[in-house]
Nanobody, 116 residues
Framework: QVQLVESGGGLVQAGGSLRLSCAAS????????MGWHRQAPGKQRELVAT???????DYADSVKGRFAISRDNAKNTVFLQMNSLKPEDTAVYYC??????????WGQGTQVTVSS
């Protein structure tokens, strides 16, 4: 099994920054990618950013230039640096880990609230 624990969410004013962390533990091997999704009230969960085991990154258009994903392979941790936050970034942010087998694991989520 894989366990993912997110941290770093909170309340911030528009224009501010937050840094999310996701620590993975358990049976961790054959990792294809890790990433972040978010889900706002009444909306579907959407991809925010991903990073492959080789370090390639991809971002949703809505966060390009403002968010940066990174990972510490030694600590099995992925980070999401979020700058220039907007009220529309308000959501529960979920960490995911994708194995090469196709299995996907989710964290419990962390709330990010951006006030205007």
């Amino acid at each position: 099994q894989v366990q993912l624990v997110e941290s770093g969410g909170g309340l911030v004013q528009a224009g501010g920054s937050l840094r999310l962390s996701c620590a993975a533990s358990g049976i961790i091997f054959n990792i294809n990618a890790m990433g972040w999704h978010r889900q706002a009230p009444g909306k579907q969960r959407e991809l925010v950013a991903t990073i492959t085991s080789g370090g390639n990154t991809d971002y949703a258009d809505s966060v390009k230039g403002r968010f940066a994903i990174s990972r510490d392979n030694a600590k099995n941790t992925v980070f999401l640096q979020m700058n220039s936050l907007k009220p529309e970034d308000t959501a529960v942010y979920y960490c995911n880990l994708d194995k090469t087998s196709g299995s996907r694991y989710w964290g419990q989520g962390t709330q990010v609230t951006v006030s205007s």
